[in-house]
């Protein structure tokens, strides 16, 4: 189904893959057949009017081997706060020997008029130690900033990208990455000033090392 014109992203409504949408008052569910291991998922919205669809009624609940990724999700109220007529939501999770990756879509009981939608999904493999080494990491805990401090996690937890940020460079889009698709904001905004951002280096300085 493609978004009404009196929606508020018309303009970019014919773009991939935001040109079209499933939409369902009722549950529904995509299964892809991927080689076991993680793999990246993407799920882009285009919140708008769909012909008897209204923006503000979808509400919905996304699952996917075995996570709950979103739970009564309104596409459209991040849309408003983000101030961004397009998103998308992206999650790491391992796909079981079952090389079976189901994702459903459910809208949230109890409102006759919530429904589930989805303009597009990626998936895409991506090395098992990326972000973190199983075997190690299950055991010993992802080391965080104070080496006192561990994160520790199991292969049954998901992980959701919340910012991804090119630290010191120029904004990278999905063409431009290595191979696995993904957005990387510039870090001008995340400066809180420029004393912090650029600190002065004095060369005249000699250093003794011991």
Same mark, same amino acid.
């Not at 014109?5 to 569910?29: D, E, M, Q, W």
């Given at each position: 189904?493609?978004?009404?014109?009196?929606?508020?992203?018309?303009?970019?409504?014919?773009?991939?893959?935001?040109?079209?949408?499933?939409?369902?008052?009722?549950?529904?569910?995509?299964?892809?057949?991927?080689?076991?291991?993680?793999?990246?998922?993407?799920?882009?919205?285009?919140?708008?009017?769909?012909?008897?669809?209204?923006?503000? !009624?979808?509400?919905?609940?996304? =699952?996917? +081997?075995?996570?709950?990724?979103?739970? $009564? #999700? %309104? &596409?459209?109220?991040?849309?408003?706060?983000?101030?961004?007529?397009?998103?998308?939501?992206?999650?790491?999770?391992?796909?079981?020997?079952?090389?079976?990756?189901?994702?459903?879509?459910?809208?949230?009981?109890?409102?006759?008029?919530?429904?589930?939608?989805?303009?597009?999904?990626?998936?895409?493999?991506?090395?098992?130690?990326?972000?973190?080494?199983?075997?190690? !990491?299950?055991?010993?805990?992802? =080391?965080? +900033?104070?080496?006192?401090?561990?994160? $520790? #996690? %199991? &292969?049954?937890?998901?992980?959701?990208?919340?910012?991804?940020?090119?630290?010191?460079?120029?904004?990278?889009?999905?063409?431009?990455?290595?191979?696995?698709?993904?957005?990387?904001?510039?870090?001008?905004?995340?400066?809180?000033?420029?004393?912090?951002?650029?600190?002065?280096?004095?060369?005249?300085?000699?250093?003794?090392?011991?």
């Amino acid at each position: 189904m493609t978004p009404s014109a009196n929606g508020s992203s018309s303009p970019i409504s014919g773009v991939v893959p935001y040109s079209t949408a499933r939409l369902s008052r009722f549950k529904f569910a995509y299964s892809f057949h991927v080689t076991a291991g993680p793999k990246y998922v993407r799920l882009h919205f285009l919140p708008s009017d769909y012909l008897d669809f209204r923006r503000a !009624d979808s509400l919905f609940s996304v =699952e996917a +081997a075995g996570y709950i990724l979103l739970h $009564n #999700f %309104s &596409a459209s109220v991040l849309a408003d706060y983000t101030l961004s007529p397009t998103f998308y939501k992206e999650f790491c999770l391992t796909v079981g020997e079952d090389q079976i990756l189901n994702i459903t879509f459910a809208p949230t009981p109890g409102n006759s008029d919530a429904y589930a939608f989805v303009n597009g999904i990626e998936v895409v493999s991506m090395p098992e130690s990326l972000y973190y080494n199983i075997v190690v !990491d299950l055991k010993e805990g992802i =080391e965080l +900033a104070d080496p006192e401090m561990r994160y $520790n #996690f %199991s &292969a049954t937890d998901a992980l959701e990208a919340v910012k991804r940020l090119n630290v010191g460079g120029q904004f990278v889009g999905p063409a431009d990455d290595t191979g696995m698709y993904r957005t990387w904001d510039a870090d001008d905004a995340y400066v809180t000033s420029l004393e912090v951002g650029v600190l002065p280096v004095n060369m005249t300085i000699r250093l003794n090392y011991s």
